[in-house]
């Protein structure tokens, strides 16, 4: 069974501050995403991981994927509060079902609740 | 604008009075899912399709139907809902095999059953 874990659950962090959000995952992935939800709210992309060593940044965030060490780290550069929201990771595997071939499958991690305080 | 509707947004239901969550996607794409969301476990997949007529279990099934008749609508079906099926449930869509600009979620559909 694939397993995705995020570290930390929690982040209060200042505003200024640099901090790195972990996503580590038990089997082979096809891709992995990272996704922000507000309270309430949906889920909103981030990041699409497709290959080993992609890099992606937007802003304060910036994403890694390592498929070797099945690792990908979010990091967040001079937080501000608008970041304020959980993260999810969520890795991608082909999944075979019982009649069908490719089916794609997304497994989360159970997020990380980032609190930036002024 | 390119979206996932999903309706209704909030709904509390008696236990095993039928009733159906409908999620609409207008980007004509062949892959939809939908997942629950619960506190401490994340998102967790319960149905996908992965074009018209073709739907298969995803990890949490049990209890739910769905129907995929039309590319851009995929509805979920509680046929006798019970107390334990309350939570956050979303639809999402993509491009099967385009993935550069991942899943779209829809606004979600919280759920009580009592």
């Known amino acids: 069974e694939l397993k995705v874990e995020q570290n930390p659950l929690f982040l209060s962090m200042q505003e200024g501050k640099n901090y790195t959000i972990y996503c580590n995952y038990s089997t082979t992935s096809d891709r992995l995403y990272w996704y922000r939800q507000d309270p309430g709210k949906s889920l909103e992309s981030l990041f699409v991981?497709?290959?080993?060593?992609a890099v992606k940044q937007e802003g304060r965030l910036m994403a890694s994927l390592d498929t070797k060490a099945r690792l990908s780290t979010l990091h967040i550069t001079a937080a501000v509060h608008d970041l304020s929201a959980t993260h999810f990771c969520a890795v991608e595997i082909t999944r075979v079902p019982t009649d069908q071939t490719g089916a794609n499958n997304l497994f989360f991690g159970t997020g990380t609740r980032l609190t930036v305080i002024p | 604008e390119a979206q996932v509707t999903q309706n209704p947004r909030y709904l509390i239901t008696v236990t095993g009075k039928k009733l159906t969550v409908t999620c609409s996607q207008n980007?004509?794409?062949?892959?939809m899912s939908w997942y629950r969301q619960d506190p401490g476990l994340g998102l967790r997949q319960i149905y996908y399709?992965?074009?018209?007529?073709?739907?298969d279990k995803g990890d949490v099934p049990e209890g739910y139907k769905v129907s995929r008749k039309e590319k851009r609508n995929f509805p979920l079906i509680l046929e006798s809902p019970s107390p334990n099926q309350t939570s956050l449930y979303f639809c999402?869509?993509?491009?099967?095999?385009?993935?550069?600009?991942?899943?779209?979620f829809g606004s979600g559909t919280r759920l009580t059953v009592v």
């Open positions: 991981l497709l290959s080993n060593g």
């Open positions: 999402a869509s993509r491009y099967r095999r385009t993935y550069n600009y991942g899943y779209t």
């Open positions: 399709s992965m074009n018209v007529e073709v739907t």
């Open positions: 980007m004509n794409h062949e892959y």
